[in-house]
Each structure stands twice: as structure tokens, then as C-alpha cells.
């Protein structure tokens, strides 16, 4: 190479490519140029001359190739127009390469040409994917998802191309997102089939069962989405934050009672959750619904407070009274959280409020009270005045008694001893009464140093504690929550191996779950709790403890309730044995030739045996103009019901997309099949599913019936399907919602 550099005569080479090029002898001066640019790469001139003489012979290529080395080098010297025209040259030489496009698209989103850009991008991708370029199809869509956040459609292309290229966590991520865009721009069926791709990855994501749930409410259709939720708890019982879910969609609907009835039943499996119930307090103030969302802060008003949550709590308060100033549960709940918290203003001055609202209402006597309470907490010649000008007398200075009031839960003689040796034992004399004042000043924080301090003297009682989510966690290993409470609590104990192992799976499940920034935070820590984290087994080794004997195992944990989570829905066990009404799934119906099988079968051994048989043949009225993407959750509903009404009678049910429901009920005759038509009828009406397009505004259904008594076998299915449909023809005419029964089949002639 280095005799050839020596050798070689470059002025004299280009020359003769020059004339070689005037000559016409272009595929000669090619060769020169070519022998130029590999002595020197990167020399743009001779790469836009190769170009030119490329596109010349018609080696399009190549001269793609030679321009987009020289655009390159336009952008980096920040010489973008340039840059841009060279792209627009290679585009119009090979316009099925989509890396060109792409990069002109960056480009253009570079200079602020911000339409241009998604031309660019959108050629890119129909590029990428005629050639089957996956990875260039994702980079194009998703830089067109970003310069339009909120196209749906985009984003849900991109999540079908990020699926395809396996990356399941990407696209779950993006279906997630185009179901919320597509419902902003009020495409429903988009909308519900972007979030029923994201769960066919994750089937119980709360993410998309809430989602799903909230496109459905928007689109009038919330009771699909309760239904959709509610099926996925019956098929995951166990998984608290479905009930989370449903209960928020049930608020978002308006569903109150059904909103508060779900999180009352997680609260009483798991009282962490109680934020939920607030959430409760909060929807019933904002439809002011006040004393219902009092009577909820004033159950939680010792885990209020307990848990930080006054603010909260004071806030949902504060609201009420700013539209009903003078509502005086709200005002009386208020004074107790202040009373509870130790905030002798606040509550001084609520009780100054609370009197006035009595007054206003004739409540003479409890104003007089509430005056003398607020005076006791801070004296004011205000209220003196005004208690004055009530009883007619002199007010009286309070008297000062010492603080009898203790913790809720340490109300037993050793631990108000014990409290009271706290707050006076170190200060007062032997025998000495605690101050008022000293008192007052340890009433906010009484409560945690006391429990500290039965901690450090009673270690069985944090042991219990530390074995009690223990066991939660065996018996949920999939739930993070507790398993954070559990490796902060190894972390308390000062078993540091422990913690560690239960930071490493944290780490993993996070990982698998897409968080990679929360799994990589809980692998540090765990390193730090025991650099040989990595290699811990997963399984916890059981701890050897002298202090305390295992919890008795005859009494389940309070979360281990049999048939789960699914109580929240019907209060009784979900499983084989007790299947909620309305759960069961279109699959489960017949199909139309196992019907016609099980009618033949059933036909002949009614001839046999002198039996009657009831055919029945039953349509959802005006269902062609139902909108297409609820026909398969309201048919889903639907079979349910069919389901729920003809198990207690032996029928079966099948379903046809061109017919309709059939439905055989063996050993009925035509008013026994009528009766159950009818309630078939009257299911569908009840159960409320909306349908704007119909007369009735929900759901109905219009059910034929005709019932034989056979005299013969063999009997052909076709003419009960002839007798049926006619019947049914003239029920939909008139407006459907009706039960008809037909004549007997076989006796027509």
C-alpha cells in the first residue's frame, strides 16, 4: 500500500478522469475518481463527483451511497440546508430505502419544519415496512409519535411494530398510551382494541383494566367496563389492586354506592388501604353528598391521623364548608380532628365556629356548651362576650385539671402508668401531678414515644409483627407492597441478608415489569445490605428465633378469605361452586351444530319417553346498530345471563352471529317455556346496558318459543328455525323487548 501511495500521482489522475469525464467516457473517469477517493476517503468533493457520474450511468445505488457520505458531512458542520437538499436528491434516487427518509425527517425536526418532519417519518415507516425493516419501522414511528403525541393511531402502530420485534414491554407501554389518545379523540372501538392488545400481554394490568374501564364510562358504556374488570378478578381473586381498580372506575362512573361497597369490603381484608375509602369522602363532597363524607372521615379519623393523612381529610372538610358553611356534622368532625392532634387554636377556633352554627340552627344549649369548650382551650374576651350575652351571667375563668386522656388502644392501667411516669417522672417530684402545660406539650408526641418504647422493652411484639408479613408475603409473593414492608422491616431487625434477598427479587420483578430505573435503585441496596447479594437464594432460609413461639395457624390472615378478592363483588365465595351472575363467557355457549346435535338427541328421547321440548330462539333488539366496539363485551354479558337463568332448569343455550341465541329446555311445555323467555327478557332489560340507538335506551331482547310434544323421531332442525324466525320477524317489527310463543313446528302445514 505504501509503494502504491508512493507511486500514484493524484493532479495527474484527476486530469485524466476531467477528460475522460468531457469525453463522455464515463464509466473510465468513474475508475479514475474511484482510484482518487481511496486514497482519500473522506474527500466530500470526490464523493459529490462519484455521485454525479453514478447517477449519470444510472448506478443509483451507489450514488445514493457517495451522497449520503457528503450529507453527512454537511451536517456535521452544521451545514443543514445543504444537507437537506442532498437527502431530498438520494430520496428521489432510492425512495425504497427508508434509512434516507428517517434521517431527512431528523433534519427537518432539527430546523423546526415540524410538518415536513412527518412527512418525512411517515414515508420512512410505509418504506420500512414494505421492506420488512422493523427496527427502522419503530425509529420512524416513534419519532412521529413524538413530534404528535396525542395521534392515537401512531402510537398504536408503533406498538404492534415494538411487538413484532418482540420488545412486548415497549409495546404494552405504547397500547397503554394509544388507548388513552385514541379516547381523547373519542375513538371508542380504537380506544378499547389498543387496550385490549396491552392485556392480551398482561392480562390483569390494572393499568389497562382501568383504562379500558374509563373509555367505556366516556362512551356511556361503564357497565361494560365494570364487567370486563370484574371478570379478571374472578379469574385472579387474590389480587387486591383489581379491586383498587374497580372501585375507581365505579367512582368515575358515578357509582358511589357500588364505589364505597368495594372499598369498604378491600378496607375490612386490608386496612393499609383505607386512602381508598377517602377517596369515597372526596367524590360524596364534590356531589355533595356531606354527611355521607363525614360519616366516612369520622370511621377513619384514628388511622387518619395515625397514617399523616389529616391534611387530607381537613381538605375534603374545608370543601363542604365552603359551600355549606354552616354544616354542622362537618364543622363537629373538624373540632375532633384538632382535638385529636393536639391543635388547641384550630380547635378553639372551630368551636367558635361550631357555636355559631348552633345558634343559626336553634340549638341554644349545645351553643352555650361549645362556647364554655372553646374558652377552656384558649380564653378569649370574644367568647367570653358571647357566652356572656348567652347565659346572661359572668363568665367564669376555667379551671385547670390535669390531662386524663390517653392514646386510643393504651387506655389499660399499666400503660397510663406507664405514660404518666414518661411525662412526669423525670421533671416532677414523687407523687406530683403533671402539669397542664406539660401535658399539652407532649400531647403530639406521646403516642410514638410510647409505642417505641414498648418496642425496645417488648421485642416478641415487632418479632410478631416481622412473621405476620412474613406469611403475607408466602401467601401473595406477588405483591409488591408487601414485600417492601417486609425488606424494610428486615432492615428494622437488623437482618441486613434478608433485607438483601428481598430487595434482589424486588429488583427482578420490577425489571420484568419495565421499571428498570426502580429495579437498578433496589439492586444497590441490596449490595450495600450484602455485597454478596447476587448469589442469595431466593427462597428465605426459615429464622431461628428463641423469643417467640410461630403464630397459631387454626386463624387464617385476615386477607386469606375464602374465594379471595372476589367477595368484594357478590359478598360470597367466587369458584366452581359460586360463580357470580353474569360472569360466564361467550365460549362457553354451544356452537350451532353441537345444538342441532343436542336438539336431535333431545327430540328423540322426548319421543321415547312422552315428554315435552322447548325451542326457543331469542335476539338482542336493534344490535346492528350498536356500536361495533361493544358487541363483543355486551355479548359476553349477555351469555352470562343466558347462562345464570337456564342452569336452575336444565336449559342449554347456544349462540349463531347470523341467528341469534338458541336455547333448548327439555320437559316444558309452551307456557313453562314462555315463563322463562320471559325471564330471559326480563335479565337483559334489568341488567341496564346502554343502547342509545334503541327505543327502549338499553339492552333488550326479543325471545320466539315454540314447544312440541313429539309423536315420532327424526325431526328436522330446519323448519323450527323456518317457524322461529317468522315469529321472531314480527316481535322486532313492533319494536322488540316482547316474548312471543309460535305454534307447535310439526303440526303446521
Wanted: aromatic letters at 6%.
Amino acid at each position: 500500500m505504501a509503494l502504491f501511495s508512493r507511486s500514484f500521482d493524484r493532479e495527474k489522475t484527476l486530469r485524466q478522469a476531467e477528460k475522460h469525464a468531457q469525453q463522455g467516457k464515463l464509466e473510465a473517469a468513474i475508475k479514475d475518481y474511484e482510484l482518487v477517493a481511496r486514497t482519500d476517503p473522506r474527500d466530500v468533493t470526490i464523493a459529490n463527483i462519484l455521485g454525479d457520474l453514478y447517477q449519470r450511468v444510472n448506478r443509483t445505488q451507489e450514488a445514493a451511497e457517495r451522497f449520503a457520505m457528503v450529507a453527512e458531512h454537511y451536517v456535521r458542520q452544521q451545514q443543514l440546508p445543504q444537507a437537506i437538499a442532498l437527502y431530498k436528491k438520494i430520496i428521489r434516487l432510492q425512495p425504497d430505502q427508508p434509512e434516507y427518509s428517517l434521517a431527512l425527517g431528523n433534519l427537518h425536526r432539527k430546523q423546526g419544519l415540524v410538518a415536513d418532519a412527518k412527512q418525512d417519518y411517515r414515508s420512512a415507516a410505509e418504506a420500512a415496512r414494505r421492506n420488512g425493516a422493523q427496527e427502522t419501522l419503530v425509529s420512524a414511528l416513534r419519532e412521529l409519535a413524538k413530534l404528535d403525541p396525542g395521534d392515537g393511531r401512531v402510537k398504536r402502530e408503533l406498538a404492534e411494530a415494538h411487538l413484532r420485534s418482540g420488545h412486548r414491554t415497549d409495546a404494552f407501554e405504547q397500547f397503554l398510551a394509544a388507548g388513552a389518545a385514541l379516547r381523547r379523540q373519542q375513538d371508542w372501538e380504537g380506544s378499547l382494541g389498543a387496550y385490549d392488545r396491552a392485556l392480551s400481554i398482561r392480562p390483569d394490568s390494572t393499568s389497562a383494566l382501568g383504562g379500558y374501564a374509563e373509555t367505556c364510562i366516556a362512551a356511556g358504556q361503564a357497565l361494560l367496563g365494570y364487567e370486563r374488570i370484574r371478570q379478571q378478578i374472578s379469574q385472579t381473586p387474590n389480587n387486591l389492586e383489581l379491586a383498587v381498580v374497580l372501585g375507581r372506575a365505579y367512582l368515575q362512573g358515578g357509582e358511589l354506592d357500588a364505589a364505597e361497597a368495594t372499598f369498604d369490603r378491600l378496607f375490612a381484608i386490608d386496612q393499609s388501604r383505607f386512602e381508598h375509602r377517602l377517596e369515597v369522602a372526596e367524590a360524596c363532597a364534590q356531589r355533595e353528598a356531606f354527611d355521607r363524607a363525614v360519616h366516612i372521615i369520622r370511621s377513619l379519623l384514628n388511622l387518619i391521623l395515625d397514617r399523616g393523612q389529616k391534611k387530607r381529610a381537613t381538605a375534603i372538610l374545608r370543601s363542604i364548608l365552603e359551600r355549606h358553611p354552616n354544616h354542622i356534622p362537618t364543622i363537629e368532625c373538624l373540632a375532633q380532628v384538632y382535638e385529636q392532634s393536639g391543635e388547641k387554636r384550630k380547635l378553639a377556633s372551630t368551636l367558635d365556629l361550631l357555636s355559631q352554627a348552633y345558634l343559626d340552627a336553634g340549638r341554644e344549649a349545645d351553643a352555650i356548651r361549645t362556647l364554655e369548650r372553646a374558652i377552656r382551650y384558649q380564653p378569649s374576651r370574644k367568647a367570653r362576650q358571647r357566652l356572656e350575652a348567652l347565659t346572661g351571667h359572668k363568665a367564669d375563668a376555667p379551671v385547670t385539671t390535669p390531662a386524663t386522656n390517653f392514646p386510643e388502644g393504651f387506655e389499660s392501667p399499666s400503660a397510663v402508668g406507664y405514660y404518666e411516669r414518661m411525662t412526669a417522672g423525670a421533671t416532677s417530684p414523687a407523687g406530683a401531678t403533671p402539669s397542664a402545660e406539660r401535658a399539652e406539650a407532649t400531647s403530639g408526641e406521646y403516642s410514638i414515644a410510647l409505642l417505641d418504647s414498648l418496642l425496645v422493652q417488648n421485642p416478641e411484639l415487632m418479632q410478631a409483627r416481622l412473621t405476620l408479613v412474613e406469611r403475607m408475603v408466602a401467601a401473595q409473593p406477588d405483591v409488591l407492597e408487601t414485600r417492601l414492608q417486609l425488606k424494610d422491616l428486615y432492615v428494622e431487625a437488623g437482618r441486613k441478608t434478608d433485607a438483601a434477598r428481598e430487595a434482589m427479587v424486588l429488583a427482578q420483578t420490577y425489571q420484568a415489569r419495565g421499571d428498570a430505573d426502580k429495579a437498578a435503585e433496589l439492586r444497590a441496596e441490596a449490595l450495600l445490605l450484602d455485597p454478596n447479594a447476587a448469589l442469595l437464594p431466593a427462597t428465605p432460609q426459615p429464622p431461628v428465633s428463641p423469643l417467640v413461639a410461630p403464630l397459631p395457624p387454626a386463624m387464617p390472615l385476615s386477607f386469606e378469605v375464602p374465594g379471595g378478592l372476589g367477595t368484594l363483588l357478590t359478598g360470597s365465595p367466587v369458584g366452581p361452586a359460586a360463580e357470580p351472575p353474569g360472569a360466564g363467557r361467550l365460549g362457553d355457549l354451544l356452537t350451532l351444530a353441537q345444538f342441532q346435535k343436542l336438539h336431535g338427541r333431545e327430540w328423540n328421547r322426548a319421543a321415547r319417553h312422552g315428554y315435552p321440548l322447548t325451542l326457543c330462539l331469542a335476539r338482542l333488539d336493534f344490535f346492528e346498530s350498536y356500536p361495533a366496539a361493544f358487541r363483543q363485551p355486551c355479548l359476553e354479558i349477555v351469555a352470562g345471563l343466558f347462562d345464570a337463568q337456564l342452569a336452575p332448569v336444565g336449559g342449554m343455550a347456544a349462540y349463531d352471529p347470523n341467528e341469534g341465541f338458541w336455547v333448548l329446555i327439555p320437559d316444558a311445555d309452551a307456557e313453562q317455556g314462555r315463563e322463562q323467555a320471559e325471564n330471559l327478557r326480563a335479565a337483559i332489560q334489568q341488567k341496564g346496558i346502554p343502547h342509545a340507538s334503541s327505543p327502549h335506551r338499553v339492552m333488550t331482547l326479543s325471545v320466539a318459543v315454540t314447544s312440541d310434544l313429539p309423536l315420532f323421531e327424526g325431526m328436522p332442525f330446519d323448519k323450527f328455525v323456518a317457524v322461529l324466525r317468522d315469529a321472531l320477524a314480527n316481535v322486532t317489527t313492533r319494536g322488540g323487548n316482547l316474548v312471543t310463543v309460535a305454534p307447535a313446528a310439526y303440526r303446521r302445514p
